[in-house]
């Protein structure tokens, strides 16, 4: 590519050509060493250092892509439900390079290929969706790694945006932290350009595909996916699960400068809801 229009695309916030060629090169790279690095260590190191090696790498690749963590608030807690809104297959890594966790994704995840295999080695809970009897399994899943002060990451939307708004909460995600009594914690993600405003080049929504997503993250030049950690919100069984998806909804509606059409009534029922 000509300096001129290298220095026009830098200014357009464009990635030259140039550039984005060698970010898929080291992309390609960085996902053979992550599966290399599974298959090789895991078998033979604990838990803790899976973990490590998890942010590690989530690091690595948020640096491939161009994208900036800035992380804010409060630190996440172990043993803590984490609760986002979804706009990207980046949000897993994204939260992942701040706070490794285990997520609970749909089933299908588990077919993509290497993807699929990584998500499953890495805590992944999968859930068959419309299946009462398979999410009575995936709750108790979810407790028995709280309880051993793992965080486990839900999506509760169900789908992803483009990040401008919410979709409504499935309070049923919310389920197991209540009956095992652990905290819940809203993580507010928004993606924006280095100016501070909105962007939606890293959004996976829609009939949007998975490599088209990558072609839009790799061709933006820089881009800053913005965490807002909230303080923990304590649970106790019989804490009314709609009532607290509510609430999680308005606080990350209110983070993220989204209407909320709920929020004066969730903001009056907010008091009785303890922060852990």
């Not at 464009?14 to 298959?39: D, E, M, Q």
């Not at 948020?62 to 630190?75: F, K, S, Y």
């Not at 999410?135 to 899943?141: D, K, S, T, Y």
């Not at 709609?242 to 609430?247: E, M, N, S, T, V």
Request: aromatic share 6%.
């Amino acid at each position: 590519m000509p300096p001129i229009a290298v220095e026009r695309a830098l200014q357009h916030g464009v990635t030259p050509r140039a550039l984005r060629a060698w970010r898929y090169l080291r992309l390609a790279l960085h996902l053979a060493f992550g599966v290399l690095t599974i298959a090789l260590s895991h078998p033979l190191t604990r838990h803790s250092t899976h973990l490590a090696l998890r942010r590690r790498w989530s690091q690595g690749l948020l640096r491939i892509l161009g994208i900036e963590l800035d992380a804010r608030g409060a630190p996440v807690a172990p043993g803590c439900m984490l609760v986002a809104n979804h706009i990207s297959w980046v949000d897993i890594f994204v939260i992942n390079a701040l706070a490794p966790a285990a997520f609970v994704s749909k089933a299908e995840v588990r077919n993509w290929p290497v993807i699929g295999w990584l998500a499953a080695k890495n805590d992944t809970i999968f859930l068959r969706r419309g299946s009462r009897g398979h999410a009575r399994i995936i709750n108790a899943e979810t407790a028995a790694l709280l309880d051993t002060g793992c965080n486990v990451a839900i999506f509760p939307e169900g789908t992803t945006t483009d990040g401008s708004h919410l979709l409504h909460f499935h309070a049923a995600l919310l389920q197991p932290a209540i009956a095992c009594g652990h905290p819940v914690q809203t993580l507010a993600l928004q993606y924006l350009t280095p100016e501070g405003r909105f962007t939606r080049a890293p959004a996976y929504d829609g009939d949007l595909t998975l490599g088209r997503c990558v072609a839009n993250i790799i061709a933006a030049r820089r881009t800053i996916a913005r965490l807002t950690v909230a303080a923990p919100i304590a649970t106790a069984d019989g804490l009314e699960r709609r009532a607290l998806a509510a609430q999680v909804r308005a606080e990350i509606a209110c983070t993220i400068g989204v209407p909320d059409v709920a929020a004066g009534t969730v903001q009056q029922d907010a008091a009785a809801m303890p922060r852990a």
